[in-house]
């Protein structure tokens, strides 16, 4: 099955600095990778998702990356803030599988 | 419009009990999803539901059983539960299969089995 791993576990920015967090998978079969954003004690929220025939995809602050030939995408928050804060999960499916497989998260502090 | 509503929203089991986790969505979607949250586990699917009277088995199955008798509600059952059960149970649903819809998530159970 796919194995997803992401980096870095914790990260802490300064507000108005960027954030990277970096996800790979390991089926080369999946072709959509969502992001969730999960605040403290609350339910996980679609924020941006990308598919396999698009390299970069761009919504205000966020922008995700997709690599298929090296098996890895990334979320990039520009001008964070610290309602940015909370844990971020990738994940990683092949278009009609019904099986959604997501990352151990990444939880991010934004100082202000 | 509610959503994804989940009930209990707690709940603190003794080891051997049993239980049932309701999910319940008015989207009229037809896949349903439960997954377990644990730390540094990130998200697994327990079990999963593609219409009314359908149930599959996701990457975490052992020790849980689901029914799908209305389209609107999925229920997730621990007939005997187990201190590894203790988890955050999430319910999610969505119109089309994964890739083509976006998964909504209920608020969450968290179980305590001790």
């Known amino acids: 099955g796919e194995n997803v791993e992401q980096h870095p576990s914790t990260l802490s920015v300064q507000e108005g600095d960027s954030a990277v967090i970096k996800c790979t998978y390991s089926d080369s079969a999946s072709n959509y990778f969502p992001w969730y954003k999960q605040e403290l004690g609350k339910r996980p929220q679609l924020i941006i998702d990308?598919?396999?025939?698009?390299g970069e995809k761009k919504d205000q602050r966020i922008a995700v990356t997709l690599n298929k030939t090296a098996k890895h995408f990334s979320l990039h928050i520009t001008e964070t803030q610290p309602e940015d804060s909370a844990v971020y999960f990738c994940a990683a499916s092949e278009t009609g599988a019904n099986n959604l497989f997501f990352g151990t998260g990444t939880r991010l502090t934004v100082i202000p | 419009n509610a959503g994804v509503t989940q009930t209990p929203k707690f709940r603190v089991l003794k080891t051997g009990q049993s239980m049932t986790l309701l999910c319940a969505q008015d989207?009229?979607?037809?896949?349903m999803y439960w997954y377990r949250q644990d730390p540094g586990m990130g998200l697994r699917l327990i079990h999963y539901?593609?219409?009314?009277?359908?149930?599959a088995k996701g990457e975490v199955p052992d020790g849980y059983n689901v029914s799908r008798l209305k389209k609107q509600n999925f229920l997730l059952g621990l007939e005997s539960a187990a201190p590894s059960q203790t988890s955050v149970y999430f319910c999610?649903?969505?119109?089309?299969?994964?890739?083509?819809?976006?998964?909504?998530f209920g608020p969450g159970t968290r179980l305590t089995v001790t």
């Open positions: 539901s593609v219409g009314e009277g359908t149930t």
């Open positions: 990308i598919r396999s025939n698009v």
């Open positions: 989207m009229n979607h037809e896949y």
């Open positions: 999610a649903s969505s119109y089309l299969t994964s890739g083509l819809s976006e998964q909504y």
